[in-house]
């Protein structure tokens, strides 16, 4: 089992930034692939970004490339998504999900869920 809980959303100006937070529980964290997704209101789930477990391979929505870096610390069990150049819409709920199996921009396959963080680009 891997818990998952996000912070530092919030509300930005367009252009500034803002850094996400995935803590996760369990001990075979550095195990999992880690990823951002994101939803905003009336929309469907999207990828942002993810990571494989070794950190050493990354991917990104091309709606975030170049201005949003995922990275990940596996000895304090975190994945970060650092978001600069942020825009109105960016403006949508941040979910982390862990999957066991491949990284992967499919909801589907991943196995574990955060609760979300707001993130609101007011512009």
């Known amino acids: 089992q891997v818990q998952l809980v996000e912070s530092g959303g919030g509300l930005v100006q367009a252009g500034g930034s803002l850094r996400l937070s995935c803590a996760a529980s369990?001990?075979?964290?550095?195990?999992?692939?880690m990823a951002w997704f994101r939803q905003a209101p009336g929309k469907e789930r999207e990828f942002v970004a993810g990571?494989?477990?070794?950190?050493?391979?990354?991917y990104y929505a091309d709606t975030v490339k170049g201005r949003f870096t995922i990275s990940r610390d596996n000895a304090k069990n975190t994945v970060y998504l650092q978001m600069n150049s942020l825009k109105p819409e960016d403006t949508a709920v941040y979910y982390c999900a862990a999957s066991s199996g491949l990284m992967s921009i499919n909801a589907d396959i991943y196995d574990y869920w955060g609760q979300g963080t707001q993130v609101t680009v007011s512009s």
């Open positions: 369990g001990r075979t964290f550095s195990s999992y692939a």
């Open positions: 990571i494989r477990w070794s950190g050493g391979s990354t």
